[in-house]
């Protein structure tokens, strides 16, 4: 979907340019295509403002309620929703929907209608992108992607969020994603190529990334200058890069694969041998949960270089900052500052 700058989407009210005139809003997030540009500049400096002056908020969203349906565990993505939402002043259900997949007992659309009566906001957890995608479609209010097979859009703009704090500008860095082409390897690109920044993904044959989300990021670099480029081996990913990415190389859901991929993603371990490859300062990322002695070991995980827990608290200001775009925060935001 492109992105849509103040426009008004049937049953969808675009809240936010009355209180921050001008600034980029979206329906829903759904995949990082929906922000763009605009979107991913707007959420980082929110996030920043989140996060640097958290008391200005504590009532932002004051009287709203977010509801959360996750088909698949997770600690990270809960739990800074949930606080997120708690410090915006909001309140959250929790849906554990580990069961049944969600539309299993009735559709979609019948979900989507309740819910848009009592709530305001939905966050989904999901194998199928299709899910989120068709209550997006269905519900009348903001749908916001926690990760499916496809996508990670939260966990990526988090990281990107980190990059910006470590190095200030993102244009002149260059990430290695080193592992499977993953949902995290996917919204890595999404988010490099609307900041315009450059990325090496470096995955085994047979594991590279979704052909259309490939496509999607080269146009949307085209417009920005990012630069993406896909190898296979991962020393020539990693050589003199400002950043050492990697995740699991069995994704929930694919466990039953673990063994066999183990054998073929042995040389895609994250160690110190592949963290010499690149710059000095160099920073080690993981979105967590980490197979630690798999995809890394553990001294990589432990040095100093590795930045995974900045990420993990990020993932709190930057969810704030889509709940506040999407939900529209009742707070006069101070000036814009560039990111990239
Ligand atoms: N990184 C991440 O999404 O972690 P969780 O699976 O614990 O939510
Ligand atoms: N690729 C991983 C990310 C976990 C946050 C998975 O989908 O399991």
Same mark, same amino acid.
């Given at each position: 979907?492109?992105p849509?700058?103040?426009?008004?989407?049937?049953?969808?009210?675009?809240?936010?340019?009355?209180?921050?005139?001008?600034?980029?809003?979206?329906?829903?997030?759904?995949?990082?295509?929906?922000?763009?540009?605009?979107?991913?500049?707007?959420?980082?400096?929110?996030?920043?403002?989140?996060?640097?002056?958290?008391?200005?908020f504590?009532?932002?969203?004051?009287?709203?309620?977010?509801?959360?349906?996750?088909?698949?565990?997770?600690l990270?993505?809960?739990?800074?929703?949930?606080?997120?939402?708690?410090?915006?002043?909001?309140?959250?259900?929790? $849906? =554990?929907?580990?069961?049944? !997949?969600?539309? %299993?007992? *009735? /559709?979609?659309?019948?979900? #989507?209608?309740?819910?848009?009566?009592? $709530? =305001?906001?939905?966050v989904? !957890?999901?194998? %199928?992108? *299709? /899910?989120?995608?068709?209550? #997006?479609?269905?519900?009348?209010?903001? $749908?916001?992607?926690?990760?499916?097979?496809?996508?990670?859009?939260?966990?990526?703009?988090?990281?990107?969020?980190?990059?910006?704090?470590?190095?200030?500008?993102?244009?002149?860095?260059?990430?290695?994603y080193?592992?499977?082409?993953?949902?995290?390897?996917?919204?890595?690109?999404?988010?490099?190529?609307?900041?315009?920044?450059?990325i090496?993904?470096?995955?085994?044959?047979?594991?590279?990334?979704?052909?259309?989300?490939?496509?999607?990021?080269?146009?949307?670099?085209?417009?920005?200058?990012?630069?993406?480029?896909?190898?296979?081996?991962?020393?020539?990913?990693?050589?003199?890069?400002?950043?050492?990415?990697?995740?699991?190389?069995?994704?929930?859901?694919?466990?039953?694969?673990?063994?066999?991929?183990?054998?073929?993603?042995?040389?895609?371990?994250?160690?110190?041998?592949?963290?010499?490859?690149?710059?000095?300062?160099?920073?080690?990322?993981?979105?967590?949960?980490?197979?630690?002695?798999?995809?890394?070991?553990?001294?990589?995980?432990?040095?100093?270089?590795?930045?995974?827990?900045?990420?993990?608290?990020?993932?709190?200001?930057?969810?704030?900052?889509?709940?506040?775009?999407?939900?529209g925060?009742?707070?006069?935001?101070?000036?814009?500052?560039?990111?990239?």
């Amino acid at each position: 979907m492109e992105p849509k700058l103040n426009t008004q989407l049937p049953g969808k009210t675009p809240v936010v340019p009355e209180t921050f005139p001008g600034i980029f809003w979206c329906p829903d997030l759904v995949s990082t295509r929906d922000l763009g540009s605009q979107g991913v500049e707007a959420v980082l400096h929110l996030a920043e403002l989140m996060k640097s002056r958290p008391s200005v908020f504590a009532r932002a969203l004051a009287g709203k309620q977010m509801v959360m349906f996750f088909e698949k565990p997770s600690l990270r993505t809960r739990l800074t929703f949930e606080a997120g939402m708690a410090s915006l002043g909001g309140t959250t259900m929790f $849906v =554990d929907q580990s069961k049944s !997949r969600l539309d %299993a007992r *009735e /559709t979609l659309s019948d979900i #989507a209608h309740n819910l848009e009566r009592w $709530v =305001d906001v939905i966050v989904l !957890r999901t194998f %199928a992108q *299709e /899910t989120i995608t068709g209550m #997006a479609q269905h519900a009348s209010i903001p $749908v916001i992607n926690a990760l499916s097979d496809l996508e990670h859009p939260c966990q990526a703009l988090a990281d990107y969020f980190t990059l910006v704090e470590r190095f200030g500008s993102l244009k002149d860095i260059t990430l290695a994603y080193v592992g499977d082409g993953n949902n995290v390897a996917h919204s890595l690109l999404l988010t490099c190529a609307c900041v315009g920044s450059s990325i090496r993904i470096a995955t085994p044959k047979g594991y590279s990334c979704n052909v259309q989300i490939v496509a999607d990021a080269r146009k949307i670099a085209r417009q920005t200058g990012a630069r993406i480029e896909f190898l296979t081996d991962p020393h020539a990913a990693a050589a003199g890069v400002d950043a050492v990415y990697t995740d699991a190389w069995a994704s929930m859901g694919q466990e039953h694969e673990a063994a066999e991929r183990a054998e073929i993603f042995q040389s895609y371990q994250v160690n110190r041998n592949l963290m010499a490859e690149a710059a000095p300062h160099a920073v080690f990322m993981h979105c967590l949960p980490a197979h630690r002695g798999e995809e890394v070991t553990d001294e990589v995980m432990d040095s100093e270089q590795s930045v995974i827990f900045e990420q993990a608290e990020n993932r709190m200001h930057v969810q704030k900052a889509i709940l506040y775009l999407l939900l529209g925060g009742a707070v006069r935001l101070p000036a814009r500052s560039a990111h990239a």
